[in-house]
């Protein structure tokens, strides 16, 4: 099976830097997405990693170390229109060559001023 | 446009009552998913679909069935059996990353 574990809630400070980890466990990894949803509404994409390393997306980042089945976002210079979910999703695929995209409970992120 | 349309935007489900919520895309894409989201919870997988005519079962298929006649349409049909019904439905498309439609918001009378 697989499991995906982030943070509840994490707050963090207008124009401040913060870092949401996700860490993982299965079998048949293929991928690790980062979406943004606000309340009511369908999630956004973020980021994509299928290797190792950081990848770079203006104010947003990710990362992904494979060996430790863990990922993180970073956030910078945050804005408060960032106060929402972040879900952490994972791309694996089985014996019979089906690919399926599970997702994480989400971290609520709360901008204040 | 190219895009993802779920409806209707809410449904209301009788005692006893299947209802279908419809999924269709126009992008092309081979796989497609619906999941269920709780209030303050994350997406729960509940049926994918990588090719027509062939879905698997998600983490919490039991309640509901799908069908995949064509690669453009992907309904979702919650059972009488489903005893808990009311959730925030979303249906997506895509092979890398994934497009949402815009979600259906299923209530019991």
């Known amino acids: 099976g697989q499991n995906i574990d982030q943070p509840t809630e994490m707050t963090a400070t207008e124009g401040a830097i913060v870092q949401i980890n996700c860490t993982y466990q299965?079998?048949?990894?293929?991928?690790l997405f980062w979406y943004q949803q606000h309340a009511g509404e369908a999630p956004t994409f973020l980021s994509y990693?299928?290797?190792?390393g950081l990848e770079e997306k203006g104010r947003f980042s990710s990362f992904l170390s494979r060996s430790k089945g863990y990922s993180y976002l970073l956030l910078k210079e945050l804005q408060m229109k960032d106060s929402a979910s972040y879900l952490c999703a994972m791309r694996n695929g089985n014996s019979g060559g089906y690919q399926k995209v599970t997702f994480g409970t989400g971290t609520k992120l709360q901008v204040i001023p | 446009d190219g895009g993802i349309t779920q409806s209707p935007k809410y449904l209301f489900r009788k005692e006893g009552q299947n209802v279908t919520l419809s999924c269709e895309q126009n992008?092309?894409?081979?796989?497609m998913y619906w999941y269920r989201q709780d209030p303050g919870q994350g997406l729960r997988l509940i049926y994918y679909s990588q090719i027509v005519n062939d879905f698997q079962k998600g983490d919490i298929a039991e309640g509901y069935s799908v069908s995949r006649e064509k690669k453009e349409s992907f309904p979702l049909t919650v059972t009488s059996a489903q005893k808990n019904p009311t959730a925030f439905y979303l249906c997506?498309?895509?092979?890398?990353?994934?497009?949402f439609g815009s979600g259906t918001q299923l209530s019991v009378l």
């Open positions: 992008l092309n894409h081979d796989a």
């Open positions: 997506a498309s895509g092979g890398g990353e994934l497009f």
């Open positions: 990693n299928v290797l190792d």
């Open positions: 299965t079998s048949g990894f293929n991928g």
